[in-house]
């Protein structure tokens, strides 16, 4: 089966400007993910879409990071404005189920973001 | 708080030694436990998934453990290469919600492991 896509791979901003990363989840898969991984540190959760409702984002910077997920597939995280700590690697999974031991999460490739 | 914590940070071993790298989670109602494997700039490769009902799980040279009891997980490299060195990071996949469905996974901050020749 195809793996979780996301794009873009890479992406330079100053800070202050406004960026979007996209996410195509694995088919059929009705839980999607967007982790923050910063440098020298594991991933963090920032939102959790079950179809495309929030099932958590207790860790999402509201003030200035934003996501949807439109009819349950794709997803884009927005961050505007960006600062320099939001540099980091996004990180997009997808699961089949939302509870329970047979929950295993696929991860994208991710995006980088570098914040001048 | 949901917290995972991986111990040591960092380690440094000769080629051929076997090595242990430490998880501990707050959370004895995990679901399962998964090791991953990061090689800088890349992404995250899944190595091992421990399920709650499991106590271990091999592949190769890997060994990982978990005992929920005591809210641990153990991965257990054999005979170490050059080509293990990377960052390994466990995530415990936790209830979240008590009122509905929904599970979260949690990463520790990973050990970094280098292997030399």
Known sequence: ?116 | KQEVTQIPAALSVPEGENLVLNCSFTDSAIYNLQWFRQDPGKGLTSLLLIQSSQREQTSGRLNASLDKSSGRSTLYIAASQPGDSATYLCAALLPFGWATSGSRLTFGEGTQLTVNP
Do not use: M
């Open chain 1, 1 to 116: 089966e195809a793996g979780v896509a996301q794009s873009p791979r890479y992406k330079i901003i100053e800070k202050r400007q406004s960026v979007a990363f996209w996410c195509n989840p694995i088919s059929g898969h009705a839980t999607l993910y967007w982790y923050q991984q910063i440098l020298g540190q594991g991933p963090k959760l920032l939102i959790q879409f079950q179809n495309n409702g929030v099932v958590d984002d207790s860790q999402l910077p509201k003030d200035r990071f934003s996501a949807e997920r439109l009819k349950g597939v794709d997803s884009t995280l927005k961050i505007q404005p960006a600062k320099l700590e939001d540099s980091a690697v996004y990180l997009c999974a997808s699961s089949h189920e939302s509870r329970g031991e047979a929950n295993v999460l696929t991860f994208g490739a991710g995006s980088r973001l570098t914040v001048l």
